[in-house]
């Protein structure tokens, strides 16, 4: 079993930045892949970003270029540095993770962008 707990939602304005992480209860370097998947208010659940254990990442479209995926080995976390952020994003967050075959997802973090 993996735990994983994000943190660092809060509300936010337009245009500003948010810095997510995403800590888990085994060592970060033992993930095959993680991943960001956000759901905002009454819509399914979308892929934002991943990051493979040899550091390679893809976005969606509509975060590239915004939003910046990192793995910290030393602090054990996964974090997702949001900026340029717009009401559009506004969605729980959510980490998850591959690992050994099996997949696992943490509780989210609410993000709310707003005037």
């Known amino acids: 079993q993996v735990w994983l707990v994000e943190s660092g939602g809060e509300l936010v304005q337009p245009g500003g930045s948010l810095r997510l992480s995403c800590a888990a209860s085994?060592?970060?370097?033992?993930?095959?892949?993680m991943y960001w998947y956000r759901q905002p208010p009454g819509q399914q659940r979308e892929f934002i970003a991943r990051i493979t254990s040899a550091g390679l990442t893809n976005y969606a479209d509509s975060v590239k270029g915004r939003f910046t995926i990192s793995i910290d080995n030393a602090k054990n976390t996964m974090s997702l540095q949001m900026s340029s952020l717009k009401p559009e994003d506004t969605a729980v967050y959510l980490c998850?993770?591959?690992?050994?075959?099996?997949?696992?997802w943490g509780q989210g973090t609410q993000v709310t962008v707003s005037s």
């Open positions: 998850n993770v591959d690992r050994h075959g099996r997949n696992f």
């Open positions: 085994v060592s970060i370097a033992s993930m095959d892949v």
